[in-house]
């Protein structure tokens, strides 16, 4: 299902704010699947593509001046220990390049995720995280079962006895699950999967095309787990809107021709100007304090929601997903708040609340409170 926009289309964004056709204004909690990290044409970014493109766009791998410069920016981003391998264009394409690393460094084909995880939509990505109904599988490709239902435990002792035939190369981790009503495990539950990955010889994957760039409090989830992954893969926030991911890996671990971790857009001089200027920005922002706001702000109004025997909110920082008994409520809900000037994200049952870092404090309060008041009356609350 989809929201239903009619003949309606979006015309113009700025900021936290998007304009239709028809001349209203609509509060952007949805950030195009929250790429608009910054906002809609954040000037910053726009400016850097701008001067890009008056150079030059890409060139096929040979050098430019635009990517040496991305790489420092990154390399001071990223957790220590980690460096960065390559740019891909999208978040299924950097983890599919994080699997090429794991399967040559190990020499084993196999890879293992969690279900309920989304690492892409690739036949190889998606096999590690959901079950399309196509029949089709992968050979040495298992889902653990995981996640609100599912004991930790069991779900350890899973992993434990898959990764014991000495055939998996990579153990992917989706932090927070945003297509999976926002799961997320115990710290205690990350730091037995890296002592897991680790005695196996199996390069640990965290995969944080949605939580990196700050949206759950620290710069990566990884980071508030107190856990190193051997693997580091982010994307959507790190380009501010423009088509871009990124595999980093363990700085001790090295890169190979074989790994194939270049492609024809990969590394080109647009994407590196995008995620530099992005990267540059959230440097002069305290993205830990805007964030914690917006999560105050969320629970503030929808706090009731994230109680109970059977929560309806589940998440942290920037990032929140609210579940309803039926797809059709979920619409419903998404349909009553886009009436009401407020545009959500929808994945079945579920809505998605992905505010930008650089959202008015006022917007903010004033689309929190619209999205308790139609949570609460889709639910029959």
């Known amino acids: 299902m989809a929201i239903n926009f009619g003949s309606l289309s979006i015309v113009a964004a700025r900021d936290d704010l998007l304009y239709t056709s028809d001349g209203r204004e609509l509060i952007d909690l949805f950030n195009a699947h929250g790429t608009t990290w910054l906002g809609h044409r954040r000037r910053e970014v726009h400016d850097a593509l701008a001067r890009q493109m008056d150079q030059v766009w890409i060139t096929g791998g040979l050098p430019t001046p635009a990517v040496p410069a991305m790489r420092e920016r990154v390399a001071r981003f990223l957790p ?13 394409e950097a983890n599919e390049q994080a ?19 989304m690492h892409g939509k690739s036949l190889a990505t998606a096999t590690l995280g959901w079950d399309n109904g196509d029949g089709l599988a992968l050979p040495g490709f298992q889902r653990i079962a995981a996640g609100p239902d599912v004991d930790e435990a069991v779900t350890l002792a899973a ?6 035939g000495g055939q998996v190369a990579a153990l992917y981790i989706e932090p927070v699950h ?6 997320e495990a115990s710290p205690a539950f990350y730091h037995a999967v890296r002592e897991l990955a680790t ?8 995969d944080e095309i949605l939580t990196g760039c700050h949206r ?17 893969v982010f994307g959507k926030a790190l380009g501010n809107g423009f088509p871009v991911a990124a595999t980093a890996v363990r700085a001790s671990l090295p890169l190979v021709p074989h790994m194939l971790l270049g492609s024809t857009y990969s590394n080109n001089a647009l994407a590196a100007s995008a995620v530099d200027a992005t990267l ?24 009731w929601a994230a109680s109970g025997d059977r929560p309806r909110l589940r998440g942290c920082g920037a990032m929140w ?4 008994d039926t797809p059709e409520q979920a619409l419903a809900c998404a349909t009553s708040l886009l009436a009401a000037g407020v545009c959500v994200g929808l994945h079945g049952r579920q809505m998605r609340l992905l505010p930008a870092l650089t959202i008015a404090p006022h917007r903010l309060e004033q689309a929190c409170a619209q999205v308790a008041l139609s949570v609460r009356a889709n639910l029959g609350g």
């Open 80 to 92: 220590s220990g980690l460096t960065l391998a390559s740019l891909a264009s999208t978040g299924m």
């Open 99 to 117: 699997l090429r690393v794991a399967r040559v460094h190990t020499g084993r084909n196999g890879a293992l995720g969690l279900a309920g995880a």
């Open 159 to 164: 992993i434990s006895a898959a990764l014991r």
């Open 178 to 183: 945003g297509t999976s009503f926002g799961w």
């Open 199 to 206: 005695l196996h010889g199996v390069l640990l994957v965290y």
């Open 216 to 232: 759950t409090g620290t710069a990566f989830r990884c980071q508030a787990h107190g856990v190193e992954p051997d693997i580091l």
């Open 280 to 303: 540059e920005c959230i440097e002069g922002l305290d993205a830990a304090a805007l964030v914690a706001a917006i999560e105050a702000a969320v629970l503030r109004h929808l706090g």
């Open 321 to 324: 997903v609210v579940r309803f």
